[in-house]
């Protein structure tokens, strides 16, 4: 699986600020996995990111003075509560089944990012390495889930285009883009 962070950039432009250096084995220790590298290069030239002020991606914590320990609790935390929504989601829902698993655990759900109406933006650790893990879609409030093989940037670059399907439902584009926080 490839992922092309070169045209996502060409969409979001320049942050307009220097890269984020981030000591990613953070992720391996509070996460227990490594990250893909396009979500890496992602976060290092951008930093957390809120797309039309609705779909936002989640970073670890880039501030100065946090000691290092600590920038990878947001996101243990973020996807410790998206595992329990989906255990009670999967609990709702027995027509389903258990198709992913939830975090934390061996080839579950890892969230990178969510929007405003409760959309979830996953990878399925399941696969290989995290460069093969694709991005999964788990629509809460409609009970749907999509599999999408392509990685991060690759899904977002979908999104931002129109191209993915339901693009115009996952990012409100009547707000002004603003791109980072």
Wanted: negative net charge; glycine residues 10%.
């Amino acid at each position: 699986m490839t992922s092309n962070i070169g045209r996502l950039v060409e969409i979001m432009g320049d942050p307009g600020h220097e890269p984020f250096e981030v000591h990613w084995a953070g992720s391996v220790e509070r996460l227990g996995v490594e990250l893909p590298s396009d979500y890496r290069a992602f976060v290092e030239r951008y930093g957390h990111v809120q797309y039309h002020g609705d779909l936002a991606v989640v970073a670890p914590a880039l501030g100065r003075g946090i000691p290092e320990e600590e920038r990878f609790d947001g996101l243990y935390h973020f996807n410790k509560d998206v595992g329990e929504m989906l255990e009670g989601w999967y609990e709702w829902n027995p027509e389903f089944g258990r198709p992913y698993e939830p975090f934390p655990g061996k080839g579950c759900l890892l969230a990178w990012a969510n929007n405003t109406i409760s959309d979830y933006f996953c990878w399925d650790t399941s696969a290989g390495s995290p460069d093969e893990w694709p991005v999964v879609v788990w629509r809460f409030d409609i009970s749907e889930m999509y599999r999408f093989d392509g990685g991060m940037t690759d899904f977002l670059t979908a999104v931002l285009t129109g191209e993915f399907p339901d693009a115009d439902e996952m990012i409100d584009r009547t707000l002004e883009p603003d791109l980072w926080s």
